[in-house]
C-alpha cells in the first residue's frame, strides 16, 4: 500500500520533511503561501537548499504574472440575498471548517474498509487524493512517472483483488489549482487519462465541483458508502477546497476515509474513518452560501491563473501560454500529417515539447530588451546574485538529451533500465525556470491530445512518459564523463531512434534551427550540481544470501517444495557459527493457572475442592452449583422440548432414519400393552372432557367480557390438553364466542374504521380449525365457519367451503358486519403473523414434547451418525437443540466420553453451563462430574467432566498441550456456537486452528454465515486429511485410547467417528420483522415503517439483484403489490397479481405462509422484469415506498431518548433492546431512563425521594447483612442464627414490598412475573459486585445494562431479570447479540457506529420477536441515517474468508508440540493440519505460498534468536514466551530485556527485617517497562489534550533509555533477519509478472539493448536489486533498502507477497497526522492509586473497561512470575521477587472488597 510520510507510524526524518527537489518548484511567487506550502509538500531526495533557500527565495526566481480579464468559469450561484464576504470573513469561515474538520478526522479509528459491504456497496476515490497521496510515496523519486503509475495501480490493484467496488472521481475545477505546479498539473492529466486508457477502473471527470448540482443528482444515484480523500492539499487553497469536499461528503450522511493513513494486509484494507454527524450538517447549511462564494472565488482566482496569457521567467523572459497553446495545435495537426497511421504517446509528447519550447524560448530571448545577445543575460541590479539563463544553445542540448532519454525508454526494457546506476547530481536551480517550462508545454499537449478524437495515439506507455533519473544520468555523462574522454558508442538501434525523434523535433520548428542530432552536448555550461547530502548512518552490510540450514521433519513435509529451490548457508558461515544452545525448557506448567500441573492429567484433580475440608471452600461451590441450576430454569422455562433427564435407554431411529424397515411380529405382551394404553387413553380422554365442561362456561364468558383475557385462559386450555377431539370442541367454542363478540361491537360501535383484531381472532380460530382439526369437521361445522366467514364479507371463502349455506332473511342487513375486504388482502395484510406453517405431524421418537422440522431432524441423523456439520439457521429457530441432543448421547455412551462446547464469549459460556446444569443429571463414578468450564481467569473440573463449556483461546491451550494428549482423544464431539466468528478481525484465527486440529465430529452453528458451501467444503478438506492420517497412524482409532470404565459401558458397542461434513441450511425465521424508522420533529416522534425494498436502488439491482435476505412480511408483500399499481396503473399483471385473483389465493379459506411466500417472490421477479422494460419506473417505485425523513441535532435526540421509550411503551412494545455500541453511552441511556421516570414520579408527587433513597439504603444494608451471616462462621448458636435469618428476611421482604409500591407509569418493571422471594434472591448476587447499588436502582424499575467490561454476575442478574419479564428495557452493546439468551418483543438501534455493519445488524435484529409470545418481531431505527439503515438491510453478509493463521509464537507452539508431545505422531499431525490448511489458503495456491515463506523466516528468526537449536527443538526461553504468546511481539522483547540482565540492573531490593522488599521508584519502574510491552493502550487526541495539564499519570512514560535501547536492537535484528530472508526467496519469485504493471498489466519485460556502449556504462547493474521491484528500482531504490521496514510494502517484488505486517516488531512511537500518539498510563495509576475508580475518573476508562484491562494485566504478571520461577533455581532471584511483589499488590488491590 502507498504510503505517506504523514501517516508513517514512525516518526518522519525532519530532512526528509524539509526535502524539496527543484524540479517541481513552482512558477508563482505573488502568493507566499503556495511557496511554502509545497516546500512541506514536495519531498525528495535532492535537498541540497538550505533552510534560508527554502523560506526566502530570490525575487529572481520567482515568476512575475501578468493577468489579462477573462469570462470567469460558470459556478453554482451563490443567492441574490447573499452579503459578499470580505476576505477577512471568509478566513474566518475556512478556520471554523478547518478546526471542525480536524476534529473529526482527530476522531477517526483504524478500521477495515472492505469488511462487510464488499459485496453490495461501493465508495468514491477522490481522484486528486489519489494523486497526492502516492506523489508523497517515501519511496518515489520525482520525476519517476512509471514507478508512480506502480505506486497508483498497486493501491488500486489491491481494492479490486479484494473484491471493492469503487470509482475514482476527478474534479475538473481542482485541475486549475495545480497551476503553480506544471508537473503535477502533467501528473493529473496523465493519471486520468491511464486510468481511462489502459484499465477498466471507473472515472468521473464530469462534475465541476463538489457543490455543483450534476454532483448533487450522482450522489443521490449512487450513494458511496464513504469517500477517500486526503485531509491535506499541496497548497492551503487546495486544503480548504478538500475540507468543502468533505463536509459536503459528512453533510450527506457520507463517511470520510483519510487516503494519507490507509495500510494493508494480505486479507484487508484498513484506513482512518470518521463518521458524520448532525453536526457538520448544522455547519454546512449554516455556511453554505459562504462556502459557495469562497469556492467561487478560490476558482475564478485560479481560472484567471490559468487563463494567463503572459507569464515571466528569470523576472525579463516573458512567455505568452497562448502562444504556446496555439503552437502546440498546429504542431500537433503537422505531426498528424506526417504520422497519419498514429504515433506512440511518448514520441508525440518529446517531439511537440520540444519543438515548441525550442521556438517560444528562442523568441522569449529575441524579445528581451536589454539583451545585445540572445545567448546572454543582463544582470538584475536587485537581485541578491546574478541567474544567468540558459542561452538556445544551452537550452536546445537540453532538449537533445531529453530526446535521448525517451529513445532510451522506447527501446531499453525495464530488465536493463532497473539496474541504471545511482548519481547523487542534481539539476542546477538555474535550469529549473526552462524545466518547468517543458512541463508546462507537456501538460498542454495532452489536455490537447484528449480531445482529439480522429487520430489513433497509443496511449499504452503513458505511464512511462518521462525518467527524470535517466536524463539526469545521460547528462552526467556527456557533462562529466564525455569531456574527461570517455567515448562510448550509442548503437545503432538507439541511434536511429534517436536521429528520428530530433529530426522530428526540428520539421516542426520550421525554419527555426536548433542544431544537428549530433553532438548530443555542444555547450559546456554545467547542468549538474552535487546535491549536499547530510550524513548518514553507516549502511547495513547485505550478508550472503541463504538460509541457515534446519533439520525438521515437520518443516520437510510442509515447505519442502519451496525449500528445495533455495539456497543455504554452509556449515561454516559466521551466522550459522554464531548460533549457540540454550537450556531446553519443559513446558509442565498450564499457562494461565499459577498451580503446576501433572502430566497424567488425573480426572479427579479439579473436583477436589468439593470434598476439601475447607467448608469455607465446600460452600463456595456449592453455592455456585446452585446458582447454575437457578440461572438454567430461567433459560430453559419457555422452551420444555430440551428437558432431559437421563437414565432411560438410548431412543430408537426412526426408520427413514437408518435406511432399513424390519418386521416384527408382536408378542401377546406386546398386545396386552397396546389395549391397556387404549384404555388409557378412554379414561384421559372423559378426564379431560369433563375438565373442559367445568371451564368452557367460564371462559365463553370471559371471552364475551374481555376478549383477551379470555382468549389466554382458552389457549392455557388448550396446551394442556392432551386429546385432539377436545381440543376441537373447545376451540369450536372460542370461534362462536368471538363471532358473537364481533357481532356485538359492530352493533354498538359505530366507530370507522372497525377495530379489526377481534375478527383477526375469529379467523385465527377458522385457520386452526379447518387446517388441524379437519377429520372431526362434519357438514354442520363446515356451514357454520361458511356462516361466520359470510357475515364478515368473504363470501367466496363461504361458497368454497360450504356451497349449502342457509340463506338468512336479514342478509341484505349483515354488510354492517363485513370488513370491507377481500379474503386474500385482509388474510396478508392483517393476519400475517398468524399464517399457518407446513408442519409435519409425524413425532419423533427422539424427541418429547414437540415434533420436529424436517431439518430439525437431519440435525439428529448428523449427531446419531457421528457426522459434522454445518447449521446455519435463523436465532430462536431451534438450531441449538442438536447440541444438547448430541450432549445426551454421549453422556449416554459411557462416563468417558467429552463434548466440548466452544462459545465466543465468557457470556455465554455461563449461559450454556447454566442450561447444562438445568437439562443433565447423571451418576457418575467418584471424581467425574457432568460439567466443567474453562476460560482464562477461572476453570473448574476441566479435565474430569463430560460436557467442558470454554472459550476458543483456552481449548487451543489444551490441544497444543504436549502433555495432554491422553485428555484430548477422549473428546468425541466438538460444538462451536458463532461460528461465523471465524471472520472477525481479533481472534478469528483461534477458531480456525481449533476446526482444523480435532479430530473428532463436531457441529458448526451460525445464524450469520453468507458462503456456507465453501464453510463446508473446507471443512470437509480437513476431515479427509484426518482421515488420510488415521488410516497411516496405529491406534488411529481415538475411542481405543477411551481410560476403562466399567464392564458394562466396556460391552457398549462406540461408533466410530464419520468424516462426512453436512451442510444443513434453513433460512426462515419463525416470526417476521417489521422495521420503522423513527424522527424527531417539533418535539414529537415521527415513526414511519420502512418497507424493505425501500432500501434499494435501480443500480443494485442491476449488478446485485435483489439480496436473497430481504424478506417480506406478508402485510409488505400488500403494500408492494398497492404501491406497483399506483405507479403503474396500466401495468399488464396488476390483475393476475390482485391478491384475490393470485392463483395460490383464489377461493382459499386458509392462505399458508409459503403460499405468502410465493406471492412475495412473484413480486419480486415482476420487479425485475420492470426494471429490464422501463428502469425509471423501478425508481419511482422504490421512492414511492421511501418514508419521509427529519433530522435534528443529535443532542436533541439523546435528551429525547426517554420520551422515545415512553412511547413505546405506550404502543406495547416493550420488551425492547436498545443496541448502542459505546459502553459509556449504554449506562449513560439506562440512567437517563430511570432519571427520567424518577423526575416523573416526583411530578406527580407519588413519592418521596427521599423516602425512596433511605429505603434502597435499609434494604442494601439488610441484603448485606444477610449475606455475612450466611458467611459466618458456624460455630454460633444455630437456633440463634436461625431467627435472626428468619427476622432478616422478612424485613428484607416488607423492604421489597415497600420499595416497590411505584406507580405503573413510573416505571417498565413488570412485578407480575417474579415474586418477591425469587426477586431478592436474583438480586442478592449484586451485593458481590462493585458499585451494585448502581444497577440496583435501575433494576427496580425495570430498567438493565449489559455490555462486555460488566462483571458476570451483573450481566446474570439483568439477563435473568430480562428473559422472567421483571426487566422490560435493557441497553446493550453488540456482543448481548452473540448468542445470549434474550429474546425480546422489539430491538431499538439508537447511535450509528461504523461497527454497526451488516453482520451485527443481523445478529441483533434477530432477537426481535420472541418465539410463542410476539406475532411480530420489530426493529426501530432511532437516531441512524437513513442511507446507513438501506446499506444495513441491502447489504449482504461478508463471507468467511479466514485470517492470516500464523505468528511466529504460534509456529513455535507447534514446535515445542511436535518435540514434546506424548503421541510424536499425532502431534505432528496436529501441527502439519494447521500449516497446511487454513481458510485463507483454501483453493488459493499463491497465498499457501506466503504461508510457507512466513513459517520458513519464523523458523530462521527462531534459530537465530535462540529459541530452537538447527533441529527445531525448543531451548533456551522458548516456554516463556510461549506462555506469553498473547503478547507478541512483547513476548520476545521481554526475553531480551532479561538476557540482557535489565531487570536485575533495575531490580535491587532493600532489606527490612531480614527480607527483601523493593521500593516504589523500582516498582513503578517496572509497571512502566511492562506496561510499553503488555498494556499499550492509546489515548484519543481529545482524552489526551483534555488530561495531559491535569493529572501527569494519565499519559504513559516512554521506556527507560537502556530499555529503549534494546528494543531497538530487537528491532534492528528484525529488520537484518527480514531483509536478508527476502533476499534470499526472491529467486522464487514470477519475474514475467514482476515486469508488468499490477492493474493494467501493461508489460515492460522487451528484449534488451546490447549493441550500445552508452547503455552498458549507464546502467551497469553495480547495486543489488534482486529483491526490488524493478518499478521501485526506477526510483534508486536497491537492496539495502529492504532492511528499512518502512520501505519493504512498497518496494517488494510483487510475487513475493510477504508483508510486514506479521513480524514479530514493536514500534515504540506511532504517529497519526504528525502527533505522536500517546499511551494511557492506566496501569501505572492502578499501582499508585490502587483504585479502579481513580482510572474512570482520570484515565477515561469505564469501570468495566478497567476492570478488564487490569485484569489481564495482572495475568501477566502472574504469567511472568511462575515462568521465572520455574527457569530460576534461586528462590530469592532479585527479578523472581520483584516479579512476586508486584504481582500480589496487583492482585491484592484488584480483588479487594
Same mark, same amino acid.
Given at each position: ?21 527543484? @524540479? ?437 506507455? %503513458? ?247 379470555? *382468549? ?5 386450555? *388448550? ?199 438445568? *437439562? ?38 489444551? %490441544? ?148 436473497? @435476505? ?80 427529519? @433530522? ?409 533509555? @537502556? ?19 527476502? *533476499? ?170
Amino acid at each position: 500500500m502507498a504510503s505517506a510520510p504523514a501517516m508513517s507510524h514512525e516518526k518522519p526524518n525532519s530532512s526528509d520533511d524539509i526535502d524539496s527537489e527543484s @524540479d517541481i518548484e513552482s512558477d508563482g511567487s505573488t502568493d507566499s503561501e503556495t511557496t511554502g506550502s509545497i516546500a512541506s509538500f514536495d519531498q525528495s531526495e535532492e535537498n541540497y537548499l538550505s533552510s534560508e533557500d527554502d523560506i526566502e527565495e530570490p525575487a529572481s526566481w520567482q515568476l512575475q504574472v501578468k493577468t489579462k480579464t477573462m469570462k470567469p468559469p460558470k459556478v453554482k450561484a451563490i443567492g441574490a440575498t447573499s452579503c459578499y464576504l470580505g476576505f477577512t470573513e471568509c478566513k474566518k469561515i475556512l478556520s471554523k471548517l478547518s478546526l471542525l474538520i480536524s476534529k473529526t478526522l482527530s476522531k477517526a479509528k483504524m478500521i477495515s474498509l472492505l469488511k462487510d459491504f464488499v459485496e453490495s456497496e461501493f465508495f468514491l476515490i477522490d481522484g486528486d487524493s489519489l494523486l497526492i497521496t502516492c506523489f508523497l510515496n517515501v519511496n518515489l523519486k520525482k520525476g519517476q512517472t512509471l514507478h508512480f503509475f506502480y505506486i497508483v495501480e498497486q493501491l488500486l490493484h489491491d481494492f479490486i483483488k479484494k473484491e471493492a467496488k469503487f470509482a475514482v472521481v476527478f474534479f475538473k475545477d481542482a485541475e486549475n489549482m495545480y497551476f503553480d505546479f506544471p508537473e503535477l498539473a502533467a501528473l493529473r492529466v496523465m493519471l486520468i487519462q491511464h486510468l481511462k486508457q489502459n484499465t477498466e477502473v471507473n472515472i468521473y471527470t464530469e462534475f465541476s465541483n463538489c457543490l455543483s448540482p450534476e454532483w448533487e443528482i450522482f450522489l443521490k444515484d449512487c450513494y458511496p458508502y464513504f469517500l477517500i480523500v486526503s485531509e491535506t492539499g499541496i497548497t492551503p487553497h487546495q486544503t480548504d477546497f478538500l475540507n468543502i469536499l468533505i463536509i459536503h461528503a459528512l453533510q450527506k450522511k457520507i463517511n470520510i476515509v483519510q487516503s494519507l493513513g490507509l495500510e494493508s494486509d494480505v486479507l484487508r484494507i484498513y484506513g482512518y474513518h470518521a463518521s458524520s454527524c448532525y453536526r457538520h450538517k448544522e455547519f454546512f447549511e449554516m455556511h453554505e452560501k459562504n462556502l459557495q462564494q469562497i469556492l467561487h472565488d478560490y476558482l475564478l482566482e485560479h481560472f484567471r491563473k490559468s487563463q494567463k496569457t503572459e507569464i515571466f521567467l528569470y523576472d525579463h523572459l516573458k512567455l505568452n501560454l497562448g502562444e504556446m497553446q496555439k503552437e502546440i495545435d498546429g504542431n500537433l495537426s503537422l505531426l498528424q500529417n506526417l504520422w497519419p497511421e498514429g504515433a506512440d504517446i511518448r514520441s508525440i509528447v518529446c517531439s511537440v515539447s520540444c519543438s515548441v519550447t525550442l521556438k517560444l524560448y528562442k523568441k522569449m530571448l529575441q524579445d528581451v530588451p536589454d539583451c545585445e545577445d540572445l545567448n546572454t543575460c543582463t544582470e538584475i541590479p536587485d537581485a541578491q546574485e546574478v541567474i544567468k539563463a540558459p542561452t538556445l544553445n544551452e537550452a536546445a542540448d537540453l532538449c537533445r538529451m531529453h530526446c535521448l532519454s525517451i529513445a532510451f525508454l522506447q527501446h531499453l526494457p525495464l530488465l536493463q533500465r532497473a539496474k541504471s546506476r545511482i548519481i547523487t547530481s542534481i539539476w542546477d536551480r538555474t535550469l529549473q525556470p526552462f524545466l518547468r517550462m517543458l512541463k508546462r508545454c507537456e501538460f498542454f499537449i495532452l489536455k490537447q491530445l484528449t480531445s482529439r478524437s480522429n487520430w489513433n495515439v497509443n496511449f499504452t506507455n %503513458l505511464p512511462d512518459l518521462t525518467d527524470n533519473i535517466l536524463w539526469k544520468n545521460i547528462a552526467y555523462y556527456y557533462e562529466i564523463e564525455y569531456c574527461r574522454g570517455l567515448n562510448l558508442e550509442l548503437g545503432d538501434t538507439l541511434k536511429h531512434e534517436y536521429h528520428k525523434l530530433w529530426n522530428t523535433v526540428l520539421t516542426l520548428a520550421g525554419e527555426d534551427d536548433f542544431g544537428e542530432s549530433m553532438p548530443v552536448r555542444t555547450t559546456s555550461r554545467p547542468f549538474l550540481t552535487e546535491k549536499n547530502t547530510s550524513p548518514q548512518e553507516s549502511s547495513q552490510e547485505i550478508h550472503k544470501s541463504g538460509l541457515i540450514p534446519l533439520k525438521s521433519e515437520i518443516m520437510e513435509d510442509y515447505a519442502g517444495d519451496i525449500l528445495s529451490e533455495l539456497s543455504f548457508l554452509s556449515s561454516g558461515d559466521p551466522a550459522v557459527m554464531s548460533l549457540y544452545k540454550k537450556k531446553e525448557f519443559d513446558e509442565l506448567i498450564h499457562w494461565h493457572s499459577s498451580r503446576p500441573l501433572s502430566n497424567d492429567f488425573e480426572r479427579t484433580m479439579d473436583s477436589s475442592a468439593v470434598k476439601s475440608n475447607d467448608a469455607k471452600e465446600r460452600r463456595k461451590v456449592q453455592k455456585l452449583h446452585h446458582f447454575y441450576h437457578f440461572f438454567g430454569k430461567s433459560l430453559i422455562s419457555r422452551n420444555r422440548a430440551v428437558q432431559i433427564v437421563i437414565g432411560r435407554p438410548l431412543p430408537p431411529l426412526p426408520a427413514n432414519s437408518s435406511g432399513h424397515k424390519r418386521r416384527q411380529q408382536k408378542m401377546n405382551a406386546e398386545k396386552f400393552t397396546e389395549e391397556n394404553q387404549k384404555k388409557q387413553l378412554a379414561k384421559l380422554k372423559k378426564r379431560e372432557e369433563k375438565r373442559w365442561n367445568n371451564l368452557s362456561l367460564s371462559i365463553d364468558k370471559e371471552i364475551k367480557v374481555n376478549l383477551n383475557s379470555g *382468549l389466554r385462559r382458552l389457549e392455557d386450555f *388448550l396446551q394442556a390438553c392432551p386429546v385432539k377431539s377436545v381440543k376441537f370442541i373447545a376451540e369450536m367454542v372460542g370461534l362462536e364466542a368471538c363471532f358473537k363478540v364481533w357481532l356485538k361491537y359492530c352493533l354498538e360501535s359505530e366507530a370507522e374504521p372497525k377495530d379489526l383484531s377481534i375478527v383477526i381472532q375469529l379467523m385465527k380460530r377458522i385457520h386452526i380449525i379447518h387446517e388441524k382439526y379437519s377429520e372431526f369437521l362434519e357438514n354442520t361445522h363446515r356451514q357454520k365457519l361458511a356462516k361466520y366467514l359470510k357475515y364478515i364479507g368473504f363470501d367466496n371463502l363461504a361458497h368454497s367451503l360450504c356451497s349449502q349455506v342457509k340463506k338468512s332473511d336479514i342478509e341484505k342487513e349483515i354488510s354492517k358486519y363485513s370488513v370491507h375486504m377481500g379474503a386474500a388482502r385482509f388474510q396478508l395484510t392483517h393476519m400475517g403473523p398468524h399464517l399457518l406453517r407446513e408442519e409435519r405431524s409425524d413425532p419423533d421418537p427422539r424427541v418429547q414434547n414437540f415434533i420436529p422440522d424436517t431439518w430439525q431432524r437431519e440435525l439428529l441423523d448428523v449427531v446419531d451418525n457421528n457426522e459434522s456439520a454445518v447449521i446455519v439457521a435463523p436465532t430462536s429457530s431451534g438450531k441449538t437443540y442438536a447440541s444438547y441432543y448430541c450432549m445426551e448421547k454421549i453422556l449416554r455412551e459411557s462416563d468417558e466420553g467429552v463434548v466440548v462446547y466452544v462459545a465466543p464469549t465468557k457470556a455465554l459460556v455461563n449461559q450454556v453451563v447454566a442450561t447444562v446444569y438445568s *437439562l443433565f443429571k447423571k451418576s457418575l463414578p467418584e471424581g467425574l462430574v457432568v460439567c466443567g468450564v474453562f476460560t482464562r481467569d477461572y476453570r473448574h473440573d476441566t479435565l474430569n467432566c463430560q460436557i467442558l463449556v470454554t472459550v476458543p483461546q483456552c481449548l487451543e491451550i489444551l %490441544l497444543l498441550a504436549p502433555h495432554n494428549q491422553k485428555w484430548v482423544k477422549r473428546i468425541r464431539y466438538v460444538i462451536f456456537d458463532e461460528v461465523h466468528c471465524l471472520g472477525g478481525e481479533i481472534g478469528a484465527e483461534v477458531w480456525e486452528h481449533l476446526l482444523v486440529m480435532i479430530r473428532c465430529p463436531f457441529l458448526a452453528l451460525s445464524a450469520t454465515i453468507s458462503n456456507p458451501e465453501h464453510l463446508t467444503e473446507w471443512l470437509a478438506s480437513i476431515k479427509s486429511y484426518w482421515q488420510q492420517v488415521e488410516s497411516t497412524m496405529e491406534n488411529s482409532d481415538p475411542c481405543q485410547n477411551v481410560l476403562k470404565g466399567s464392564k458394562e459401558q466396556q460391552r457398549k458397542r462406540i461408533e466410530k467417528p464419520s468424516y462426512r461434513v453436512r451442510l444443513v441450511l434453513h433460512k426462515e425465521r419463525y416470526n417476521d420483522i417489521e422495521k420503522y424508522v423513527c424522527f424527531l420533529k417539533d418535539n414529537d416522534f415521527i415513526m414511519e415503517h420502512y418497507h424493505p425494498c425501500a432500501a434499494l436502488t435501480v443500480n443494485h439491482i442491476k449488478k446485485y439483484g435483489i439480496p436473497s @435476505d430481504l424478506a417480506l412480511s406478508p402485510r409488505e408483500s400488500i403494500l408492494l403489490y398497492d404501491a406497483m399499481v399506483h405507479i403503474w396503473p396500466e401495468w399488464s399483471r396488476m390483475q393476475e397479481l390482485e391478491p384475490e385473483e393470485f392463483s395460490y389465493f383464489k377461493n382459499k379459506v386458509v392462505i399458508m405462509r409459503p403460499d405468502a411466500k410465493k406471492y412475495e417472490e412473484e413480486l419480486k421477479k415482476e420487479m425485475l422484469h420492470w426494471i429490464e422494460q422501463d428502469p425509471d419506473k423501478v425508481n419511482y417505485l422504490l421512492m414511492y415506498l421511501k418514508p419521509q425523513t427529519f @433530522d435534528s441535532e443529535e443532542a436533541e435526540k439523546e435528551r429525547m431518548f426517554p420520551c422515545f421509550v415512553e412511547k413505546l411503551k405506550e404502543m406495547n412494545r416493550l420488551p425492547a433492546i436498545f443496541f448502542i455500541y459505546n459502553i459509556h453511552s449504554v449506562e449513560y441511556s439506562a440512567s437517563q431512563l430511570h432519571t427520567n421516570l424518577v423526575n416523573k414520579q416526583n411530578t406527580q408527587n407519588y413519592s418521596n425521594p427521599e423516602r425512596e433513597n433511605k429505603l434502597i439504603k435499609k434494604l442494601w444494608k439488610a441484603m448485606k447483612t444477610q449475606k455475612k451471616i450466611h458467611m459466618a462462621d458456624s460455630k454460633s448458636d444455630s437456633t440463634d442464627r436461625i431467627q435472626r435469618m428468619t427476622s432478616l428476611e422478612a424485613e428484607i421482604e416488607q423492604n421489597i414490598e415497600k420499595y416497590y409500591k411505584v406507580p405503573a407509569d413510573c416505571t417498565y418493571a413488570g412485578h407480575q412475573t417474579v415474586d418477591y422471594k425469587t426477586l431478592r434472591k436474583i438480586l442478592s448476587r449484586l451485593c458481590e459486585t462493585r458499585q451494585g447499588y448502581k444497577l440496583f436502582k435501575l433494576l427496580h424499575r425495570g430498567i438493565g445494562y449489559h455490555h462486555g467490561a460488566m462483571e458476570y454476575k451483573k450481566r446474570q442478574v439483568v439477563e435473568m431479570l430480562f428473559r422472567l419479564g421483571h426487566v422490560q428495557v435493557v441497553a446493550a452493546t453488540s456482543t448481548l447479540a452473540l448468542g445470549i439468551n434474550m429474546p425480546c418483543k422489539t430491538v431499538v438501534f439508537t447511535a450509528d457506529s461504523v461497527f454497526l455493519d451488516a453482520l451485527n445488524f443481523r445478529q441483533m435484529s434477530g432477537r426481535a420477536g420472541r418465539r410463542g409470545e410476539d406475532n411480530i418481531g420489530n426493529v426501530f431505527f432511532y437516531n441512524i441515517p437513513l442511507p446507513k439503515i438501506q446499506r444495513l438491510l441491502k447489504s449482504n453478509m461478508p463471507e468467511l474468508k479466514g485470517q492470516f493463521p500464523l505468528k511466529v509464537s504460534l509456529i513455535l507452539r507447534l514446535m515445542i508440540l511436535v518435540a514434546k508431545a506424548d503421541d510424536k505422531e499425532d502431534g505432528k499431525a496436529k501441527a502439519l493440519s494447521v500449516l497446511q490448511h487454513s481458510l485463507m489458503s483454501f483453493k488459493q495456491p499463491k497465498m499457501k505460498s506466503i504461508l510457507k515463506f512466513y513459517f520458513i523466516y519464523s523458523l530462521q528468526f527462531l534459530v537465530t534468536e535462540g529459541y530452537l537449536n538447527q533441529e527445531c527443538i525448543p531451548i533456551g526461553y522458548s516456554g516463556l514466551v510461549s506462555h506469553l504468546h498473547y503478547h507478541e511481539p512483547a513476548n520476545f522483547i521481554f526475553v531480551s530485556l532479561l538476557v540482557k540482565g535489565l531487570f536485575h540492573k533495575l531490580c535491587i531490593p532493600t532489606n527490612k527485617n531480614g527480607q527483601k522488599k523493593f521500593s516504589k521508584a523500582v516498582m513503578e519502574t517496572l509497571v512502566v517497562v511492562l506496561a510499553n510491552l503488555f498494556g499499550r493502550r492509546y489515548l484519543s487526541p481529545s482524552e489526551e489534550l483534555k488530561k495531559r495539564s491535569s493529572y501527569s499519570t494519565v499519559i504513559l512514560d516512554d521506556l527507560p533509555e @537502556d530499555f529503549t535501547m534494546v528494543v531497538e536492537e530487537h528491532n534492528n535484528r528484525i529488520k537484518k533477519h527480514f531483509g536478508s530472508f527476502l *533476499l534470499t526467496i526472491s529467486k522464487l519469485a514470477d519475474m514475467k509478472k514482476e515486469y508488468q504493471l499490477p492493474l493494467s498489466k501493461i508489460d515492460f519485460l522487451g528484449k534488451e539493448c546490447e549493441d550500445s556502449e552508452l547503455v552498458s556504462h549507464l546502467m551497469p547493474g553495480a547495486e543489488s536489486r534482486t529483491a526490488i521491484s524493478p518499478f521501485a528500482c526506477l526510483s534508486n531504490i536497491t537492496d539495502q533498502d529492504l532492511f528499512d521496514i518502512n520501505v519493504i510494502n512498497d518496494a517488494r517484488l510483487q510475487t513475493i507477497n510477504v508483508s510486514t505486517n506479521n513480524l514479530p516488531f514493536l514500534c515504540l512511537n506511532k504517529y497519526k497526522n504528525g502527533r505522536k500518539c500517546q499511551l494511557n498510563s492506566y496501569a501505572l495509576n492502578f499501582y499508585k492509586k490502587g483504585s479502579l475508580s481513580a482510572l474512570t475518573r482520570e484515565n477515561g476508562l469505564n469501570i468495566g473497561d478497567a476492570f478488564t484491562l487490569i485484569r489481564d494485566f495482572t495475568l501477566v504478571i502472574q504469567s511472568i512470575r511462575i515462568s521465572l520461577s520455574e527457569l530460576c533455581d534461586d528462590e530469592n532471584d532479585n527479578v523472581v521477587l520483584a516479579f512476586k511483589q508486584l504481582n500480589e499488590t496487583f492482585k491484592k488491590n484488584l480483588w479487594k472488597k
